[in-house]
């Protein structure tokens, strides 16, 4: 199986694996699956650092690094992916959250959210 994990779901399975279910955890630690974090999540990461939100401590870099001692393989933003975004429907309007959604259905992957908005985007998309 090949998963994509979103921001929130990145976040928490490095630093709150506590919030994932033990059958998603599983998923995720499971070698046989290729588990990817997409560059998106740390552009987003960057961004929300560079506000100096007080409710935000995450580094770019260092998530970027947990992620991959991880084993999670990091899925880079391509030309096709971003033309994606011009079929989507407006169901969402975070920037995002809409790119992972055109990486997901671009690569057929399965896209693990926390974000019940997203499942009106494919089957694809997995609500953890």
Do not use: C
């Amino acid at each position: 199986m090949r998963v994509l994990v979103d921001t929130h779901i990145l976040l928490w399975a490095i630093y709150r694996p506590e919030r994932i279910s033990s059958v998603m955890q599983a998923r995720l630690r499971d070698r046989a699956n290729a588990v990817y974090f997409s560059a998106i999540s740390i552009a987003e990461i960057a961004i929300k650092s560079s506000l100096g939100r007080a409710d935000f401590s995450f580094a770019p870099d260092e998530v970027s690094r947990a992620a991959r001692d991880s084993a999670f393989d990091e899925l880079p933003l391509t030309a096709a992916h971003a033309s994606r975004l011009v079929s989507l429907a407006w169901h969402h309007r975070d920037p995002f959250d809409r790119f992972l959604v055109a990486q997901a259905i671009e690569e057929s992957v399965r896209l693990m959210t926390a974000d019940s908005v997203l499942l009106a985007y494919s089957d694809l998309v997995e609500l953890v």
